[in-house]
C-alpha cells in the first residue's frame, strides 16, 4: 500500500496570503495525484487531478505541481472560503490511498 | 448538477449487517466507476471499495475486504454497500463516490452515517 504524508498538519494563515501544502508518498505515483478540499460538515471536492490539473469549476489561485513522490498544493491570495482541510489521494495502485490532511486556519 | 444521495445509515450492533444504498441522477450513471469512501469521526479520509462501470470488476480496502460487497444497478442508477460482521471502528460517515473516469473522486454525495454500537 501506497502511503501518503501530508505536512504540515496545520498551517495558520490570513487571507490574501499564499499557502503552500505538502504531499509525499512511500513510492513513486507518478503524476497520479489529486488534492481535494473538505470544509466542516461538507463532503470533499476535487480541487486538482494528475498532479497539475485543475477541476472543472476550481479558481485559478489553486495550482498543483510535482510528481515522482514529491507534490506540492499553491493556494495564492486565500480567499475566506479556503480556510479548510486538504487531502491528497494516489491513484497509481490499489488500494487507493489518501494523506492525513493539512489543516489551513486562520492566523 | 450530478446528484449522489447516500440512505441505509444508522445505529447498529457489532456483528450485525447493514446495506446502504446511493441514488444516483442527473448523470450517465452506467458510464461510470464508483466508489464507497468513509471517514470516522474527526478522522480523515479512507477508501473503501470500487465497483466498474458495468459491474465487471471490484476492488476494496484490505480493512473491509471479505466483510464489505459493492455492488449496482444500472438499470435502477443505484449503488450499493453491503457490510457485514459490523464493528465499533466502521462507524463513520460512508460517500458515495463517483470516479471521473481515472480513479479520480469528482462528485460527492453527502454521506450517511453508520454508528456501531452496542
Known amino acids: 500500500e501506497i502511503v501518503l504524508t501530508q505536512s504540515p498538519a496545520t498551517l495558520s494563515l490570513s487571507p490574501g496570503e499564499r499557502g503552500t501544502l505538502s504531499c509525499r508518498a512511500s513510492?513513486?505515483?507518478?503524476?497520479?495525484l489529486a488534492w481535494y478540499q473538505q470544509k466542516p460538515g461538507q463532503a470533499p471536492r476535487l480541487l486538482i487531478y494528475?498532479?497539475?490539473n485543475r477541476a472543472t469549476g476550481i479558481p485559478a489561485r489553486f495550482s498543483g505541481s510535482g510528481s515522482g513522490t514529491d507534490f506540492t498544493l499553491t493556494i495564492n491570495n486565500l480567499e475566506p472560503e479556503d480556510f479548510a482541510i486538504y487531502y491528497c489521494?494516489?491513484?497509481?495502485?490499489?488500494?487507493?490511498?489518501f494523506g492525513p490532511g493539512t489543516k489551513v486556519d486562520m492566523k | 448538477q450530478v446528484q449522489l444521495v447516500e440512505s441505509g445509515g444508522g445505529v447498529v450492533q457489532p456483528g450485525r449487517s447493514l446495506r446502504l444504498s446511493c441514488a444516483a441522477s442527473?448523470?450517465?450513471?452506467?458510464?461510470?466507476?464508483m466508489h464507497w469512501v468513509r471517514q470516522a469521526p474527526g478522522r480523515g479520509l479512507e477508501w473503501v471499495a470500487v465497483?466498474?462501470?458495468?459491474?465487471?470488476?471490484?476492488y476494496y480496502a484490505d480493512s473491509v475486504k471479505g466483510r464489505f460487497t459493492i455492488s449496482r444497478d444500472n438499470s435502477k442508477n443505484m449503488l450499493y454497500l453491503e457490510i457485514n460482521s459490523l464493528r465499533a471502528e466502521d462507524t463513520g460517515v460512508y460517500y458515495c463516490?463517483?470516479?471521473?473516469?481515472?480513479?479520480?473522486?469528482?462528485?460527492w454525495g453527502q454521506g450517511t452515517l453508520v454508528i456501531v454500537s452496542s
Open positions: 513510492q513513486s505515483v507518478s503524476t497520479f
Open positions: 494528475d498532479a497539475s
Open positions: 489521494q494516489q491513484r497509481s495502485n490499489w488500494p487507493l490511498t
Open positions: 463516490v463517483r470516479d471521473r473516469g481515472s480513479y479520480y473522486l469528482d462528485f
Open positions: 465497483i466498474w462501470y458495468d459491474g465487471s470488476n471490484t
Open positions: 442527473r448523470f450517465t450513471f452506467r458510464n461510470h466507476g
